[in-house]
Structures are given as C-alpha cells and as structure tokens.
C-alpha cells in the first residue's frame, strides 16, 4: 500500500501536473480510472481543507489505497473571497471555465481593485482516516481580458505582477514554481522522507485486508 499513492482528481489538467511533478518519485501513481467507477466525492466543505479532505479520504476509503487530493480556489478581496470554495461553480453546477470567468469579470466591472491569491490545499489520506496537508498561495490581480493558452480554469486571467504575466501565459514546466499547486506540491516533496515513514506507520497499523 505504501508505495501506491492514487490521484484522486477527475480534472485531466490536474491530473497531468500532479504527474509531472511527482513523477520522479519512488511511488506508483494511478488515477481515477485505474479503478472501477465510485461515486463522486460529496464537496460540501466550507473551506478548502475540508473538501481536500473529504476527497482524498472518501476515494482512499473506496480504493483501500492512500489518495492524495486537493481543493484549489481562487479568493477575490473585493468579493469578500469569493468564489472561494465555489469557484469551479460560480457561475452554476455544469459551469465551463468560460462562464465562471466571464461572470468573474461582470462581477468585477466597476471595481478597482482587483487582488486576488489562489488558494491550494493538498491532502493525502488512507482509508482510516489519517491525514497530512500542505497549503500553496499565489498572490496577484485578475485583469480585464483573456491572456495565454497554457492554463485552465482562472489561469488567463489571473496576472502575477512580478512577471508581467498570466498564469496562463507561463509554460507548464515554468508554471510550478509560482503557483498555488506547485508550491504546495513542493512542501510535499520537500517533506517525502518523513511522508513515507508516516505511510508505511499507517500500513503497520491498518494493514489492508
């Protein structure tokens, strides 16, 4: 169990970066589909840490293999941190990153300030409930157009203002040193040593049946 660590993610962007960042480390990555379907998860939590949480634990209970799973959001200070934990549905349940954007800007039409930070919070469960997690932000300003081809979701217009550019604008294998997933991501890896001890502790504990 301790050298398997699913991706518990269904959004295909994620799922490529998760990988390409943790890819050279001694685990075996599955994903969602590696296994049979489950029902989804239930994100219901008020904050990033419990939706993190109740993804990677639910899937970990299903699979009976520890899961990591993150809850990314983007927080607007002039909308009081909103979207916050709603932002894949701001605009509505089957909402398209078009349509979120597009009532990002219409919420931000007569506003002059624009600050904002990404938010990412990174869990790894197993299936008795044990947790670790780890917390990336990236700070900057959304801006009034579409900027770049590389991102998803917010990415294009969200500007970080040290380089002048979205972070749709910056190439994936450029894009983890400032983002708000690739720095938690890199407290992860930095703490890699002292995460495997605390799975292999889990699986002596709970070994799988």
């Not at 009532?103 to 931000?108: A, D, G, I, Q």
């Not at 938010?119 to 932000?137: D, I, K, M, Q």
């Not at 991102?151 to 910056?170: S, V, W």
């Amino acid at each position: 169990m301790e050298n398997v660590i699913v991706l518990a993610t269904g959004n295909r962007h994620k799922y490529v970066e998760l990988r390409q960042v943790l890819g050279n480390l001694p685990l075996t990555l599955r994903g969602l589909a590696d296994f049979s379907p489950v029902p989804e998860a239930v994100e219901d939590g008020a904050t990033f840490d419990e939706n993190a949480y109740k993804k990677a634990h639910h899937y970990a209970q299903a699979f009976n293999v520890p899961c990591l799973a993150d809850d990314t959001g983007l927080a607007v200070d002039a909308l009081g941190g909103q979207p916050g934990v709603h932002s894949a549905r701001y605009a509505g349940p089957a909402a398209t990153d078009r349509a979120n954007c597009e009532r990002l800007l219409r919420e931000l039409a007569d506003v002059d300030c624009r600050a904002a930070r990404f938010v990412c919070v990174l869990t790894l469960a197993v299936p008795n409930g044990a947790s670790l997690s780890w917390e990336g932000r990236c700070e900057g300003e959304i801006i009034t157009e579409w900027r770049g081809e590389h991102g998803f979701g917010y990415d294009p217009l969200f500007l970080i203002p040290q380089l002048n550019k979205t972070l749709a604008e910056i190439p994936l294998a450029e894009k983890e040193a400032y983002s708000h997933r690739g720095r938690a991501l890199a407290q992860f890896m930095g703490e890699f040593d002292r995460v495997r001890e605390w799975l292999q502790r889990q699986v002596a504990i709970h070994p799988a049946p």
